[in-house]
């Protein structure tokens, strides 16, 4: 199983970029690392998923080198409402569906 | 909103009191999915299903019993739980068999309180 480490916690202020990074030392050559943010009594919601290099979407960017060993989320601009716990996955099937610690992410006024 | 509807929202039952967990999508999902997040945690996960088959039991105990009526429905009946079962339980359900590179859709979960 290609287990996932990430910071426990990271503060930020309104307005900057947050880089959340996850290391997957054994990750597997199909799996994608996939990124979920989650809310209090709310369940996780997916944010982003890649393979190699970079991928961008609407609300984030997803940095993977060379080597996937690890990954980086990068969320522009934080506000407020991205306070939340962000888990890092590396997904390839059936028995691959496990959820790391996460980070939990309070952006400060 | 969702588009995996999970009711009833919150529970509160007794160790003896047998209950059941609904969680619907409409959205063509042939993969759905169980899972239990106790406070401050990460989900853990508890079962799949794949085309209405059981496909994993992550060595839950037999007081939870999942149930897949339909391919837009899936249950999990509770029986004769402990104090320590009391968690927020998650539905969520993703296109193809499991979660292999197609992201999940999760319910916003049943608080779950065992008295």
């Known amino acids: 199983l290609a287990k996932t480490t990430q910071p426990i916690s990271m503060d930020s202020y309104e307005g900057q970029e947050v880089n959340i990074t996850c290391s997957h030392n054994?990750?597997?050559?199909?799996?994608?690392i996939t990124w979920y943010q989650q809310f209090p009594s709310q369940g996780p919601r997916f944010i982003i998923q890649?393979?190699?290099t970079k991928v961008t979407n609407e609300v984030a960017s997803l940095f993977i080198p060379a080597d996937r060993k690890s990954s980086t989320l990068s969320l522009p601009r934080v506000s407020l409402s991205d306070t939340a716990v962000y888990y890092c996955?590396?997904?390839?099937?059936?028995?691959?569906?496990?959820f790391g610690t996460g980070t939990r992410l309070t952006v400060i006024p | 909103d969702t588009e995996v509807t999970q009711t009833p929202k919150h529970l509160v039952m007794g160790m003896t009191n047998k209950k059941s967990l609904k969680c619907e999508q409409h959205?063509?999902?042939?993969?759905m999915y169980w899972y239990k997040q106790k406070a401050k945690k990460p989900p853990e996960l508890m079962f799949v299903?794949?085309?209405?088959?059981?496909?994993i039991n992550e060595s839950v105990p037999s007081r939870f019993s999942p149930e897949c009526p339909n391919s837009s429905l899936l249950n999990l009946h509770l029986h004769a739980l402990q104090p320590e079962d009391s968690a927020l339980y998650l539905c969520?359900?993703?296109?193809?068999?499991?979660?292999?590179?197609?992201?999940?859709?999760f319910g916003d979960g049943t608080r779950l309180s065992i008295l």
């Open positions: 969520a359900s993703s296109h193809g068999t499991t979660g292999v590179n197609q992201p999940q859709h």
């Open positions: 054994n990750i597997a050559t199909n799996d994608y």
């Open positions: 890649g393979y190699k």
């Open positions: 996955l590396a997904l390839t099937g059936a028995n691959n569906l496990f």
């Open positions: 959205m063509g999902h042939r993969a």
């Open positions: 299903y794949s085309y209405e088959k059981l496909s």
